[in-house]
T-cell receptor, first 112, second 113 residues
């Protein structure tokens, strides 16, 4: 079945460490997105990519980095520069402007 | 200022009740999405609409473009409908070729048997 796979589901890190969240899709979608979800807030866009080897900053890109070397993969690195990294991270993809968003099951990151 | 506002924030209903969740938005849109998020965190797309009304089983979504308002209705609600329902709009982004999504904060629905 086609879908988006995020791994791991739970991730624990010490403050000061970089951590990379995986996102893989087999839907052949061009566009991929990373969102952060915090309690009481709507999803906020971190980065998005419309095509391979190109990506754009979202509203809260500071302290994050991404790469898009393959169409299927859009990993997110949470760097030590991110002031408040503990959150639920969701990866999504879509094929065209007129298609729905498909989401992964998310990664819950806890930094202590 | 939130581009997408949802109400109510929390909703508790008895099994069998008719439920309405409202969404208002302030930006120009190409489409509006209703999403469902279960306690495990994964999100599924329920509806994507740009005009009129759509129905899928016991769920109905409507949109009024002139009033910038959408509603999600659940008929004969069931405990398995308990989830967070999120309204999102796809808005043409200035300065680039992509479209941005704006999300409401969600409505947490609990259906009691």
């Amino acid at each position: 079945d086609g879908g988006i796979t995020q791994s791991p589901k739970y991730l624990f890190r010490k403050e000061g460490q970089n951590v990379t969240l995986s996102c893989e899709q087999n839907l052949n979608h061009d566009a991929m997105y990373w969102y952060r979800q915090d309690p009481g807030q709507g999803l906020r866009l971190i980065y998005y990519s419309q095509i391979v080897n190109d990506f754009q900053k979202g509203d809260i890109a500071e302290g994050y980095s991404v790469s898009r070397e393959k169409k299927e993969s859009f990993p997110l690195t949470v760097t030590s520069a991110q002031k408040n990294p503990t959150a639920f991270y969701l990866c999504a993809s879509s094929s065209t402007e007129r298609s729905p968003l498909h989401f992964g099951n998310g990664t819950r990151l806890t930094v202590t | 200022k939130n581009e997408v506002e949802q109400s109510p924030q929390n909703l508790t209903a008895q099994e069998g009740e008719f439920i309405t969740i409202n969404c208002s938005y302030s930006v120009g849109i190409s489409a509006l999405h209703w999403l469902q998020q279960h306690p495990g965190g994964g999100i599924v797309s329920l509806f994507m609409l740009s005009s009129g009304k759509k129905k899928h089983g016991r769920l109905i979504a409507t949109i009024n473009i002139q009033e910038k308002h959408s509603s999600l209705h659940i008929t004969a609600s069931h405990p398995r409908d308990s989830a967070v329902y999120i309204c999102a709009v796809r808005s043409p982004a200035e300065g680039n070729t992509g479209n941005q999504f704006y999300f409401g904060t969600g409505t947490s629905l609990t259906v009691i048997p």
